[in-house]
């Protein structure tokens, strides 16, 4: 079976240079499959995921690579095809839960729009979904909360409205980017489970960012550790628990303190394995330059 979603050989640069954020990125997520995406600040881990959802910056733009998505190549057809093909089969949930949301609009048409304009349902139909979906995420007056401004609520609330609208349309690929991090810990806690319950739930495939190893162990089966926007190893989570196998995982699993207790943050990245991991790249871009 070929995964749901296949990233070969992406390479991203800043338009009109060679200066690359994405060095021959390849990475697999199959159906209901949760895997951890894992780098440090700058790595790339949301230009990936922007990458496959078709918005990257303007001053960026891919090089070279396929992105396929449930067997269909998003980068070779026309941007209107590939636009419906996303909304209808994927989706995200943002790192930061107020600047997702559009401040001057209530809660209800964020969710609807989208069902409304890429999928065609009915206004009726978009707003009953949007309902039962606030209820799935354990909201407890689905109405009162359509209703508000995005200011009325809190920051959890508001991750749980995001979470609810990633999942209104029955995607088969959450991409998840840092959905925890600018949350206080104990709701981090809650919003991370809520997300578990929603996946499964669901079967959806997940694309989770982030930068703590600790969460990775709790939800994820394989991850992939990016530096530079390099791969740098892919494993099953267990084997990477027992042993990573390159030297920057074994530094960033060491920068990450208590590494199975989850929301932790890192702690700096020996300077060493930094200078070494450098080398490596420089000398793989030379070749990637010259040949
Ligand atoms: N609009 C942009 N134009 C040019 N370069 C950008 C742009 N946005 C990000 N970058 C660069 O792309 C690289 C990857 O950024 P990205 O946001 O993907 O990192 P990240 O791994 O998600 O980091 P974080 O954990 O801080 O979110 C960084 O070096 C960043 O400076
Ligand atoms: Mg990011």
Redesign the pocket.
């Known amino acids: 079976m070929t995964p749901f979603l296949q990233i070969e050989n992406l390479s991203a640069v ?1 338009r009109g240079t060679s200066d690359r ?1 994405l060095r021959s990125v390849s990475l697999e997520v199959n159906s209901g499959e949760v895997c951890g995406l894992v ?10 995921g922007k990458a496959v959802l078709g918005i990257l ?1 303007a ?2 733009e891919i090089a070279e690579g396929q992105v396929q998505l449930d067997d269909e190549d998003l980068l070779a057809m026309p941007q209107a095809d590939r636009r419906r093909l996303i909304g209808a089969k994927a989706a995200l949930i943002p ?1 930061d839960p107020l600047t997702a949301l559009n401040p001057s609009r209530r809660i209800g048409p964020q969710i609807t729009d989208r069902l409304i304009d890429i999928l065609g349902w009915t206004r009726r139909d978009a707003a009953n979904r949007a309902a039962e979906l606030l209820d799935e995420v354990h909201i407890d007056n689905p109405q009162r909360v359509l209703a508000s401004y995005p200011h009325e609520l809190s920051g959890g609330m508001r991750q749980r409205v995001l979470i609810a609208s990633a999942f209104a349309a029955n995607p088969k690929l959450v991409i998840a980017d ?1 959905p925890t991090t600018a949350l206080d810990v104990t709701v981090q806690k809650q919003i991370l489970r809520l997300i578990r319950e929603m996946q499964e739930r669901h079967g959806t495939a997940m694309l989770f ?1 982030t ?1 703590d190893l600790g969460v990775v162990s709790k939800v994820c089966q394989r991850l992939t550790v ?1 530096f530079a ?1 390099k791969v740098i190893e892919q494993a099953d989570v267990a084997d990477f628990y027992a042993g990573p196998r390159h030297g920057y995982s074994k530094a960033l699993l060491a920068a990450t303190p208590k590494f199975t207790e989850p929301f932790t943050s890192l702690m700096p990245v020996d300077r060493a394995v930094i200078t070494a991991v450098t080398a490596e790249i420089e000398a793989a871009d030379g070749a990637w330059h010259h040949g």
């Open positions: 800043i954020l780098g440090e600040s700058g790595a790339g881990k949301s230009m990936i910056p001053a960026v790192q840092e960012v930068h990016l926007g």
